[in-house]
């Protein structure tokens, strides 16, 4: 499998960066990096981190390629250099609209900010032991936490960076995940319905409206490509086997869908 080093030119929304200040776990920073290659973000910071070990490249697996292009930083406001918006993340949060240092906003609300803008935006995550100081958080733009049990509010930090960029990767995997069946294809469906209900002898006065309603949920379900062919092949797979049997046995279909010489 080929290094993941950057997000593919079709992503839409900012290009995301992210920076690790002060990681004191080389597994971590691993970890971290699998994580973005997962959400296809290429650019890792650190600042002041641990250097590489073994067990770094380890838990990366295939997302070395992002440990061997990240950029090291001897000082906070350093690593801030070039982005254009900057959220940090904390697990130490106040509500106090008096005191706005760390009221934070939700992943799901940074996702709502971030996603129309443009240029690049860094997710700032702290130490595993103390997160992020208050001079850091006060060079950040806003500041975002996960809601977690108020009992255990401090995540790992790969986990953090996991749900973070899950939520604002979300919508484009939504959108381009799965590969939708075509109009062509949905109408090729149809028709394959069309087929077996006349090989069944389906009632002639039932067709026109069991035909609107399967052609309603076929486009409720906006099918994806793989759902399409999976149907299609079932039904065309129904159809030709009740014609072999018709073929081998010689026998007919009455309206209601038995065989001549049935009793009900």
Not at 195 to 212: I, N, S
Request: aromatic share 6%.
């Amino acid at each position: 499998m080929e290094h993941v080093t950057e997000a593919p030119d079709d992503m839409t929304g900012p290009d995301f960066v992210v920076v690790l200040a002060g990681p004191k776990t080389p597994g971590n920073v691993g970890a971290v990096a699998r994580v973005m290659a997962n959400f296809q973000v290429g650019e890792l910071r650190i600042v002041e981190g641990v250097p590489f070990e073994e067990d770094t490249y380890k838990r990366a697996l295939h997302a070395r390629g992002i440990l061997e292009n990240a950029r090291r930083f001897d000082d906070f406001k350093s690593a801030l250099d070039g982005l254009d918006f900057t959220a940090a993340t904390t697990g130490i949060t106040n509500l106090n609209d008096k005191r706005h240092l760390r009221n934070p906003l939700t992943p799901r609300a940074l996702h709502e900010r971030i996603s129309n803008m443009e240029g690049r935006v860094g997710l700032v995550f702290g130490r595993e032991d103390f997160g992020l100081y208050n001079d850091e958080l006060a060079l950040c733009d806003v500041v975002v936490t996960v809601p977690t049990s108020p009992e255990y509010p401090i995540m790992n930090l790969s986990h953090a960076v996991a749900v973070i960029l899950y939520e604002i990767r979300r919508d484009y995997a939504l959108a381009h995940d799965t590969i939708k069946a075509s109009q062509e294809e949905r109408d090729r469906l149809l028709e394959a319905y069309d087929e077996l209900m006349e090989v069944t002898d389906y009632p002639p006065h039932k067709l026109v409206a069991t035909r609107v309603m399967i052609r309603r949920i076929i486009g409720r379900s906006t099918l994806s490509e793989w759902e399409y062919h999976t149907m299609m092949g079932i039904v065309r797979r129904a159809t030709k086997r009740i014609m072999r049997l018709e073929e081998k046995s010689g026998k007919a279909w009455d309206e209601d869908g038995d065989e001549d010489g049935d009793e009900d």
